[in-house]
């Protein structure tokens, strides 16, 4: 299943593990959810949601053609909380897609401020469940295919003032060459510009035990 690799590098940067509990919201069309079933040697369970009934029907079937047995698909609104706890939490909301301009160029015409603005706020609904989701010594990993900071370095600062018992990653430590030029703290904004591939933005956040 073809992705960028931006996209390749957000089921990696949450490192699942063989045998742990891992919930990919906004899962469809599923290139995430079968990438992560995949590192996991499709042992244990990922439970992919998706709210839009015909979409999951298509999850389903790409899960069954990827042979990622150990997805279960789940008709939710990714905005409600879950009750089962899990190891592993990826949250890669809808965006803006201001980092894909390159095979999407009609994205450029949709975008408006008021329109990040609406989207900013249902990807903070969606990543409050999934933080209401991760396990104490969990890991969550947000992602947006995009460069607005609305969306990226300014929304997890808000999230991580309200929610206390989480903490930023370093990851920029780890990968230096996809440090943020706007944004001084440890996530990574890759630059179609400057990394041949999409644009992405990418925080992992751990919930404190």
Same mark, same amino acid.
């Given at each position: ?66 042979? #990622?047995?150990? +997805? ?5 609104? +990714? ?40 989207? #900013? ?37 808000? *999230? ?5 018992? *989480? ?11 996809? #440090?943020?030029?706007?944004?001084? #703290? ?13 644009? *992405? *933005? ?8």
């Amino acid at each position: 299943m073809p992705q960028s690799r931006a996209s390749m590098l957000v089921s990696r940067l949450l490192v699942p593990e063989p045998g742990e509990r891992v919930l990919d919201l906004c899962a469809a069309p599923g290139g995430k959810t079968t990438h992560l079933a995949a590192l996991m040697d499709d042992r244990e369970l990922v439970v992919a949601v998706e709210r839009h009934p015909g979409r999951a029907r298509s999850l389903e079937q790409t899960c069954a053609r990827m042979r #990622a047995s150990c +997805a279960r698909v789940v008709v939710d609104d +990714a905005t409600e909380p879950l009750s089962e706890r899990f190891d592993r939490v990826l949250v890669d909301p809808p965006c803006s897609g201001l980092g894909t301009l390159q095979s999407r160029p009609d994205r450029r015409w949709r975008a408006s401020r008021e329109a990040i603005d609406e989207l #900013a706020g249902l990807q903070l609904r969606i990543l409050a469940a999934g933080a209401a989701a991760t396990r104490p010594g969990g890991v969550l990993v947000y992602s947006v295919c995009t460069i607005s900071s609305a969306e990226s370095e300014v929304l997890i600062a808000r *999230f991580l003032r309200e929610h206390r018992e *989480f903490e930023a990653d370093d990851l920029v430590g780890e990968h230096p060459q996809w #440090a943020n030029p706007r944004d001084s #703290a440890r996530h990574l904004q890759l630059l179609p510009h400057r990394d041949g591939t999409d644009g *992405f *933005f990418i925080a992992r956040l751990r919930r404190g035990r």
